[in-house]
């Protein structure tokens, strides 16, 4: 079943200039792209930061405008409708963001901010609130009592914890993830990621997952989209991407993975350079006169690439 469908998603910022600020160009954060989420599934957006990924991310969930295309999620086109009538899907699509520090009010406690949604889409007494953000936060695995500290008394893991705590109030359908685990150390990024997909288990989430990184995005999603410039370049299964690589900017995103062997180090320098040099020589190949990446063609019933 089709759970979130992007049809030729077109996201452009007007660039503007001259005396009187004039429309002169425009900054093609998306451009034209469409895939397929289902139910119940995890979906990388991967690719280097300005590639468009965030922009897609955020546009979802009503954050940006389109400027093209659709957002079909429960049969509805999420574009073609105005801001009180997005509020009904909005409980549905929620969204935890790359930094921690940044995402939480520092002047308010953990119970408002968790709060917050509860407010906004749903009528409850202040017993029933209280009990509400308390359920939540041990299901996050935190303390219930601490629902009245701020969140510089939390660690880095635990902020994030908190604002997943805050992404399921309203028991969404749909989280858009972006970056959730880049401003954390290792250590605790596993901890966040493994906790990601019990819950997802548990209450039959379904992730977009955005990241650069794409030893996470292995360990983390079923299908994924490689980005680049605001177009995909390669779309299919974990595996097809990570076994079988077709398009040159997906064979250069895997070659960045540091190998953790010492003693096979030296031997994947050897291959980043090659790959570093097939992309200068190889370039032309996958892409037009003006850089951008061709249409999508299908090698096969689940993996697509760009090629001409």
């Given at each position: 079943m089709v759970f979130l469908k992007l049809n030729h998603l077109k996201v452009y910022y007007p660039v503007?200039?001259?005396?009187?600020?004039r429309v002169v160009d425009y900054v093609k954060a998306v451009?034209?792209?469409?895939?397929e989420l289902h139910e119940g599934e995890t979906y990388g957006l991967v690719g280097e930061s300005g590639c468009g990924k965030t922009t897609t991310g955020r546009t979802i969930i009503g954050l940006?405008?389109?400027?093209?295309?659709?957002?079909i999620f429960q049969d509805h086109d999420l574009t073609t409708l105005s801001k009180k009538q997005f509020n009904h899907y909005r409980k549905d699509i929620q969204m935890i963001f790359q930094d921690p520090y940044s995402s939480l009010n520092p002047k308010k406690r953990?119970?408002?901010?968790?709060?917050?949604?509860?407010?906004?889409?749903?009528?409850?007494?202040?017993?029933?609130?209280?009990?509400?953000?308390?359920?939540?936060?041990?299901?996050?695995?935190?303390s219930p009592d601490s629902i009245f500290k701020y969140p510089h008394e939390f660690s880095g893991g635990q902020r994030q914890r908190i604002g997943i705590a805050r992404a399921l109030t309203l028991n969404p359908k749909l989280i858009i993830a972006d970056e959730p685990v880049s401003a954390l150390d290792v250590s605790?990024?596993?901890q966040v990621l493994n906790f990601m997909k019990d819950i997802q288990k548990e209450l039959n989430l379904t992730y977009l997952f955005i990241s650069h990184d794409l030893g996470i995005i292995r360990h983390m999603c079923d299908r994924i989209g490689i980005m680049y410039r605001g177009q995909f370049?390669?779309?299919?299964?974990?595996?097809?991407?990570?076994?079988?690589?077709?398009?040159?900017?997906?064979?250069?995103?895997?070659?960045?993975?540091?190998?953790?062997?010492?003693?096979?180090?030296?031997?994947h320098k050897v291959f980043r350079e090659k790959i570093?040099?097939?992309?200068q020589h190889a370039f032309k190949e996958y892409f037009d006169e003006e850089g951008k990446a061709y249409k999508l063609k299908p090698i096969s019933s689940t993996h697509s690439v760009a090629l001409p």
């Open positions: 503007r200039g001259g005396f009187f600020r451009n034209d792209i469409s895939f940006n405008k389109a400027t093209s295309g659709e957002i953990v119970a408002d901010i968790i709060a917050e949604p509860l407010r906004n889409f749903e009528k409850l007494s202040p017993a029933e609130e209280r009990k509400k953000v308390q359920e939540v936060m041990e299901k996050v695995g935190l605790v990024q596993a370049v390669e779309e299919g299964t974990s595996e097809e991407i990570y076994e079988n690589p077709q398009h040159i900017y997906t064979k250069r995103l895997l070659s960045a993975i540091p190998n953790v062997d010492p003693e096979r180090r030296s031997e570093s040099l097939e992309f």
